[in-house]
């Protein structure tokens, strides 16, 4: 456990994807770096380290938060899911689909983070999804290849499907209610 | 980058946390969101030797009303993340200020870790926070060594990154105000692309009156090298002249030429943005045309 006495090096125990680990971390080395480097998740990206391209964003205690501007020691006791463990569980199978029907994808390089930025957006029912609110939740991920465009839409499609999901189950709920 | 080598420890309590700054010193830097130290530390533009982390500290968290029996003051614990204080219950209701700031700070994922003690901490003057502070009359809750002191906006922001905190003492936690019924407020802030850092930005609280509006306390940000309170503009819109507020604000505002953007263009901004926040409080319907989304 990351100690409360100063030290250049700490051990530390956090849930990963799922599944619990543990690691010796420089206390200098970022989040994104340790999970790159020593659990070989290269999903995660790195691009300016310092918090604005938004490559290397992941989900810790379920929230988005950029892998380059937390360091590695802070993960202890966290939970911490990356775009591996979001394809794993299946959770934005639909997001992905719409990714590769849209050619949303180009080089590659910030689908990671447009991933996990999207999946939580997604995921707050309050979010307005409009195509204004989604670009004001992509606007801290860079895209090189200049794709907003088509990942707009595969955000918006996939929050209009999941949206129709949405009201259909809550039509059921009200139907069953009713009887 | 890579941050340079240093030394970390993540205390449990604010004792230890402050203990622990007493011990080293300058070399040793309080880390709290961390969305602006780790940045600095990737790029080598800081060098401590020891991060003490806050992250670990229930006290510093959380939302609540404060003020005893006479009430009217909402405390909002420093290590709170920016999300927390502009979706909790009682900012949305009690302060609706910040819970219209909230969307113009940085993106998801940086509201997502940073934290408003943070912020206001670091002082950056293109900010939010600080000026949100400032128009709100708020106070900050100082700890160090000695006893626990509470500082006015107005005595807090004092420069470039400069503030009233002594060395060894930490923010650890801000208090509003509660407004009264009759409060009006306004914000709003113009950057390149939204998220970025602001060009110019207006947070104004103030009351209405039968005659207009009274008690303004228009905090500008980005346009000098701290939030500051355009006096003489708020007292032209008291008296009902707006193109005077307008006119007032080239005495009272120096914003700073850079290679992008010319110290006459944010001063037409911010004229811009006032006369916007202006016409919303005389109007009565303070909220802005923002972004939505938190």
Request: aromatic share 4%; net charge negative.
């Amino acid at each position: 456990m990351a100690s409360e006495n100063p030290d250049r090096a700490h051990a530390v125990a956090f849930t990963l994807n799922g599944e619990a680990v543990r690691a010796h971390v420089p206390a200098r080395m970022h989040l994104g770096d340790l999970l790159r480097q020593s659990f070989g998740l290269t999903g995660v990206h790195l691009g300016c380290e310092h918090g604005v391209c938004g490559a290397c964003t992941i989900l810790v205690d379920g929230r988005a938060v950029r892998s380059c501007l937390m360091l590695g020691v802070q993960a202890d006791g966290a939970t911490v899911e990356t775009v591996e463990g979001l394809t794993e569980s299946g959770r934005i199978r639909d997001l992905q689909d719409a990714f590769h029907a849209r050619n949303a994808l180009q080089c590659g390089y910030c689908t990671p983070g447009m991933l996990v930025t999207a999946a939580e957006l997604l995921d707050d029912a309050d979010a307005a999804t409009s195509r204004e609110a989604i670009r004001a939740a992509i606007a801290g991920n860079y895209c090189r290849c200049t794709g907003y465009h088509a990942i707009v839409d595969a955000i918006a499609s996939t929050a209009e499907a999941r949206g129709q999901g949405r009201r259909d189950a809550g039509r059921d709920a009200g139907l069953e209610a009713a009887e | 980058m890579k941050a340079p080598d240093f030394a970390y420890a993540r205390p449990a309590s604010l004792d230890a946390a402050l203990a622990l700054l007493a011990e080293h010193g300058e070399d040793a830097v309080p880390l709290a969101g961390g969305q602006s130290l780790v940045t600095a530390l990737n790029m080598r533009l800081s060098a401590p030797g020891l991060l003490v982390d806050l992250n670990a500290i229930p006290e510093l968290t959380g939302v609540s009303e404060a003020g005893g029996e006479a009430g009217g003051i909402v405390r909002i614990g420093a290590m709170t993340r920016h999300r927390d204080v502009g979706t909790a219950a009682l900012v949305r209701e009690r302060l609706p200020l910040l819970a219209a700031a909230l969307p113009h700070i940085a993106h998801p994922a940086i509201r997502n870790r940073g934290t408003i003690g943070g912020s206001v901490a670091l002082a950056d003057p293109a900010t939010e926070w600080p000026a949100c502070c400032l128009a709100a009359g708020a106070s900050i809750v100082v700890r160090g060594p000695g006893a626990e002191r509470r500082v006015p906006a107005d005595d807090f922001f004092q420069g470039l990154y400069t503030t009233a905190l002594e060395p060894g003492e930490i923010v650890t936690a801000i208090e509003f105000p509660v407004p009264g019924a009759d409060a009006v407020w306004g914000f709003e802030e113009l950057s390149r692309r939204h998220g970025d850092y602001a060009l110019v930005g207006l947070a104004a609280t103030g009351r209405r009156s039968a005659g207009g509006l009274s008690d303004l306390r228009l905090a500008f940000f980005g346009v000098a090298d701290r939030p500051v309170l355009a006096r003489d503009a708020a007292a032209a819109l008291e008296a009902g002249d707006l193109a005077g507020a307008q006119a007032a604000l080239a005495g009272e505002l120096d914003p700073p030429d850079d290679p992008t953007t010319k110290a006459a263009t944010r001063l037409h901004l911010a004229r811009v943005i006032l006369g916007r926040v202006a016409a919303r409080m005389r109007g009565g319907s303070a909220q802005e045309d923002g972004p939505d989304g938190v």
